[in-house]
């Protein structure tokens, strides 16, 4: 855990190294952190102790895999809450006794396999993870979540975990999911008052309205800029 409180200090600072084999970014100077080396072991160990609570008590979700296979993954009391489980539990979806997990990772309403669970990723990739996915609680209900991941290096470069930092946007997408459904329901009930048929939109599924109605927003932007460039050419 040493290893881990030193590393998400510098992440909280914005000092943190990304350690990728896509990318490698410029790091700001460091000095600061230099120090460290030279606390002896009661300073140490009361700093990690203060950043570990700090960990804990975050208002945010942050989850924490302690092993380069993910096979036991802590939660602070902000991700506890939002995965609906006791503190304290390993949430791991890959669990060294096999046990079921506590909840389910998915994509568009689909398990997501071992291998593309967002820690277990970045660890295979040595690479720094960013994206959203769907939360399956047990109770039911679902928390659409963005997660940025992060490995975690020893001094070796070799991968011993990661820590993932979570946001919940559920109210976000319900709420465009309620408003799809609005511009929906609003949109055939102005095709039954004409006696129209429904329209390709209407036959979609739930799922692809969003993109559809994003490329069709596209669409008429780009159609109504070169409109608007066509007759600035003909002045």
């Known amino acids: 855990m040493d290893r881990l409180s030193c590393h998400v ?4 600072h914005g000092l943190a190294r990304t350690e990728s084999l896509y990318s490698m970014r410029a790091m700001p100077d460091t000095s600061r952190f230099e120090a460290i080396d030279h606390l002896t072991s009661d ?3 009361q700093r990690l102790r203060s950043l570990q609570a700090l960990i804990a008590s975050a208002p945010v979700p942050i989850a924490i895999a302690h092993d380069p296979d993910c096979r036991f993954i802590s939660a602070n009391l902000a991700l506890a809450t939002l ?8 949430i791991s979806m890959t669990p060294a006794d096999g046990s079921p997990p506590p909840y389910r990772i998915q994509r568009d309403g689909k398990d997501l396999p071992d291998n593309e669970l967002p820690m277990q990723l970045a660890i295979a990739h040595r690479a720094s993870i960013s994206n959203d996915i769907e ?12 997660n ?7 001094t070796h470069g070799e991968v011993y975990g990661c820590v993932s930092v979570c946001v919940d946007l559920t109210e976000q997408k319900l709420a465009q999911l309620a408003l799809i459904d609005w511009q929906r329901t609003s949109c055939r009930s102005r095709q039954a008052a004409r006696g129209c048929r429904p329209s390709g939109l209407d036959r979609l599924s739930f799922d692809r309205r969003t993109s559809v109605l994003q490329a069709t927003i596209t ?7 070169l409109s608007v460039r066509y007759r600035r050419q003909q002045r």
């Open 43 to 45: 300073e140490l160990r």
């Open 148 to 154: 940025d991941v992060e490995p975690l290096y020893d």
């Open 219 to 225: 669409t008429r932007s780009q159609r109504k800029l």
């Open 135 to 146: 939360i399956l609680r047990s109770d039911g209900t679902v928390a659409y979540v963005q």
């Open 9 to 12: 200090a510098r992440r909280m």
């Open 83 to 90: 995965l609906g489980v006791p503190l304290g539990r390993n």
